[in-house]
């Protein structure tokens, strides 16, 4: 045993040491925090102002009322989120369409105006309006224009058949419905805060184990490489080695994982605070009940044990860096699936998939720690789901140990199917 | 079991009975006995691919022979037993990334060494070695011959009473050469048993007082340098003549104690038959008037032997490279 601990300590002391480690482990929640913001701020993706030229061709005078809609903030969006707009309004009647266009292009071209909104005479009807401009593909634009039109042309319609839109719109004003989960002992807090937690600490579960479990891999492969492995198994077991070096880096990770977690406390204790000091009361942050917390760290560690010793039998088989990047798929294919998985369960925590993948060993440590806190999850079901985990992560480790006696030793050519088979039966 | 005595009446350091390794369709090794006397220096040749290899790393437990018995000092081999062999193998390897200092003391921590008692035997190590400021450095920042000094004194740490050396001198340049060969002959004067092996004859023959000739998987034969040569070999007569002169060779080869002839210009080899006298040749040869440089009695080089035996017992691997000699 005090042999697997000096791989154990070598393997741990020279992954911390390691800068990558200490810059992912200090700014890592900067990172993710940073991530998270940069996605939400694609999906919007607005901002900054657009001139437009509305080219009217109907006979309702739509074009204004369009240039109106553009022109009124939409509420509860923040201002700077959103496109304003320097509307012109161009009546077609009398002109010639295609200069008009021509006309247009030219001022498109010379970066006068953004782009140009068409509205055909047939557009009450159902001919489509059209918009020419510099960036058809910006969602956020695009879904503004789509709006405005859609909610002008309605007016006109409404105004049409006799009924006031503004009652119209009193009536159909927007219920708001406010979703908070009545588990006990699950995560409280507003759907939307939990759904983010969620997201992060699967994000975090995804990352840290595909990063250490690379980092496992490519341990194995340098032994082997660079033939240290020859003198290692002749004073310990293999067995011993690819236990110490799950272990040891197992151990860096979750370092890395419980600082992180220790920044995620405080955010979550003084993020309020600091928000609406900043004058930002920003959403609510979910309370995560320290049981919550204890179920992602064990499954955490349980998922890394699995997923690594999947990796250190992957990496026994490699004899190439080639080799390696090729290798890593089955294990990353796995691991995505489950990270897929896991989001579909966030969005329906009691249903079959999610409990189903709360009793398969490789989605088990994704999906069961974000369950947890959404609902209430029996301790039974818990029980079981964490013995399905261990049980198969020996059984990765029994396996995958066989290889890794063989592979670490084999060096040519990838082996195939057969020789595998053949390697697990004679280690 | 009785403890195995080495020929020569000394207690065994090594013994392996029967062991046989198959990887797949290739019989690596065919049922290998071998003893290993304590304290000798112990050569095991054989050509490429002979199985020299597969032989040591069942010896160290990297493989597990598919049958046959291993036992080292006295009984069969443990993982404690393990503690006390030393391996450097052919193909050397260091965490490169690690410093010096700290890659040695991973390697002595698993041979039981604890890194309290290892630090100093490192520092006297690497002084000895003039890496004594290295000690910080990352391997990869060494020379290749420092790397591989670096390996040996991993191998020494934890003072071992077996060294096993697979093809030490390989990729070593003349200066690391001496180097390695000094510490070797200080193992064998502290009285360490050390097993090495080797493709290069000559360098067993300088170094071992016992050697193992191994081909296709196979013992050829085994046994006391000495004894070797005198079972295997014959006593040759290098002549050196001032001028060739054919006559020189019709009377060599004329002679009743000489069974074979070579000739090279001037130089003479003569293949003396068992038991013969050299001095009736050197008389006719006087008698004639052929002026000599040189008239030597030599003992038979173990190449020799060595290129004559597994010749005749390679032809199962005839394909492959046959002793770089």
Request: a neutral charge; aromatic letters at 6%; hydrophobic letters at 45%.
């Amino acid at each position: 045993m005090s042999r697997t601990f000096a791989v154990i300590k070598r393997e741990f002391t020279e992954s911390v040491r390691t800068k990558m480690f200490i810059i992912m482990t200090l700014f890592g929640p900067l990172l993710m925090v940073g991530f998270v913001a940069l996605e939400v701020a694609m999906m919007r993706s607005g901002g900054g102002e657009k001139a437009l030229t509305i080219v009217d061709a109907t006979p309702a005078a739509v074009g204004s009322r369009v240039a109106q809609m553009l022109q009124a903030a939409s509420p509860g969006e923040k201002a700077s989120d959103r496109t304003t707009f320097k509307v012109d309004v161009v009546e077609l009647t009398g002109k010639d369409a295609a200069a008009v266009r021509n006309e247009l292009q030219g001022r498109i071209d010379r970066k006068e105006i953004d782009g140009y909104l068409w509205l055909p005479a047939g557009v009450l009807a159902s001919e489509p309006a059209m918009y020419v401009g510099r960036s058809a593909t910006n969602m956020g634009l695009v879904e503004q224009l789509r709006g405005s039109v859609q909610g002008a042309v309605q007016s006109v319609r409404l105004a049409d058949q006799g009924i006031d839109p503004r009652r119209l719109g009193e009536a159909l004003r927007p219920v708001s419905l406010e979703t908070r989960k009545a588990a006990s002992g699950a995560a409280q807090g507003s759907g939307t805060a939990l759904f983010f937690l969620g997201y992060t600490l699967g994000m975090v579960v995804y990352l840290v184990i595909i990063i250490f479990g690379m980092a496992v891999m490519r341990g194995v492969l340098e032994e082997k490489k660079d033939r240290i492995v020859e003198v290692v198994v002749s004073s310990i077991r293999a067995r011993q080695l690819m236990l110490g070096k799950v272990l040891g880096i197992g151990g860096a990770s979750l370092v890395q994982v419980a600082v992180w977690a220790g920044f995620a406390a405080l955010t979550l204790h003084y993020g309020p605070q600091v928000m609406a000091r900043l004058g930002a009361p920003g959403m609510t942050m979910p309370q995560v009940p320290g049981s919550v917390a204890g179920i992602f760290l064990l499954y955490f560690a349980g998922g890394f044990f699995l997923y690594a010793s999947l990796y250190a039998a992957l990496g026994a088989m490699a004899a190439s860096d080639q080799d390696m990047q090729q290798l890593q798929l089955p294990g990353t294919m796995i691991l995505l699936l489950s990270y897929m998985v896991m989001f579909r369960a966030m969005t329906d925590p009691e249903g079959q998939l999610a409990v189903i993948s709360s009793w398969v060993p490789f989605s088990s440590p994704m999906v069961m720690p974000i369950r947890s806190a959404l609902t209430a999850v029996s301790p039974l079901e818990m029980a079981g789901s964490f013995a399905t985990l261990i049980l198969g992560g020996l059984l990765i480790i029994w396996v995958g140990g066989k290889i890794y006696r063989v592979g670490i030793l084999a060096t040519g050519k990838k082996p195939s199917m057969a020789e595998l088979v053949r390697w697990v039966r004679a280690a | 079991m009785a403890e195995a005595r080495a020929p020569g009446g000394g207690e065994a350091a090594i013994v392996l009975r029967g062991v046989r390794k198959a990887f797949g369709s290739l019989v690596a090794v065919r049922g290998i006995d071998l003893v290993v006397p304590r304290g000798a220096t112990y050569g095991l040749l054989g050509p490429n691919g002979a199985g020299k290899t597969t032989t040591l790393r069942m010896l160290l437990g990297i493989l597990e022979p598919d049958a046959g018995t291993v036992e080292l000092l006295g009984s069969p081999r443990t993982a404690a037993s393990l503690d006390r062999v030393g391996y450097l193998p052919e193909e050397r390897g260091m965490y490169r990334r690690m410093t010096v200092r700290r890659a040695l003391s991973f390697f002595a921590e698993l041979k039981g060494v604890s890194p309290r008692v290892s630090a100093s035997r490192i520092s006297k190590w690497l002084e000895r070695f003039g890496l004594g400021d290295r000690g910080e450095s990352r391997v990869q920042e060494l020379s290749k011959g420092n790397q591989q000094k670096v390996q040996l004194i991993g191998t020494l740490l934890h003072e071992p009473e077996i060294v096993v050396l697979d093809e030490p001198f390989s990729g070593l340049d003349p200066l690391n050469q001496q180097v390695f060969k000094d510490v070797i002959a200080e193992l064998r004067a502290a009285g360490k048993t050390i097993l090495f092996s080797t493709h290069i004859i000559e360098q067993a023959e300088r170094a071992c007082d016992h050697v193992c000739i191994i081909a296709a998987g196979d013992k050829v034969l085994d046994g006391r340098v000495a004894d070797v040569k005198r079972e295997h070999g014959s006593e040759n007569l290098a002549i050196d003549l001032e001028e060739p002169t054919p006559a020189a060779v019709a009377i060599v080869r004329a002679s009743s104690e000489v069974r074979e002839v070579r000739e090279d210009g001037a130089v003479l080899e003569a293949v003396l038959n068992p038991g013969a006298d050299a001095q009736p040749v050197l008389a006719a040869l006087v008698g004639a008037g052929i002026r000599l440089r040189r008239f030597e009695r030599v003992e038979p080089s173990l190449e020799q032997i060595f290129v004559e035996l597994v010749r005749d017992t390679t032809p199962r691997t005839a394909e492959k490279e046959v002793a770089h000699v």
